[in-house]
């Protein structure tokens, strides 16, 4: 079992930044890839970046790139989603998930994902 919490939402105004953790928890927390999704009311979750089991592969969805990048401290147990230039459209809660089986490149697809955390929410004014 992996447990995941997530912190570091809030509220920001147009173009500032904001970094959201990760803390993963469990024997095996780091042989996961990860991923983040987000969810607003009109639109069902979407996959917004994810990293590989070692880190040296990452992806992001062409809504984001260039402007929200993915990392991981394996010492720390903890994944960060560091966004900058945020727009009132990336409101929304966030979500980290770890994949359903160990050491993979981390997939876009929900449905791999396994474990899940309860969520921050974003919220971007503009």
């Known amino acids: 079992q992996v447990q995941l919490v997530e912190s570091g939402g809030g509220l920001v105004q147009a173009g500032g930044s904001l970094r959201l953790s990760c803390a993963a928890s469990g024997r095996t927390s780091s042989s996961y890839a990860m991923g983040w999704f987000r969810r607003t009311p009109e639109k069902e979750r979407e996959f917004v970046s994810a990293i590989s089991w070692g880190g040296g592969t990452t992806g992001y969805s062409d809504s984001v790139k260039g402007r929200f990048t993915i990392s991981r401290d394996s010492a720390k147990n903890t994944v960060y989603l560091q966004m900058n230039s945020l727009k009132s459209e990336d409101t929304a809660v966030y979500y980290c998930?770890?994949?359903?089986?160990?050491?993979?490149?981390?997939?876009?697809?929900?449905?791999?994902?396994?474990?899940w955390g309860q969520g921050t929410q974003v919220t971007v004014s503009s």
């Open positions: 998930a770890a994949e359903r089986y160990g050491h993979g490149l981390g997939s876009l697809i929900d449905r791999d994902y396994a474990y």
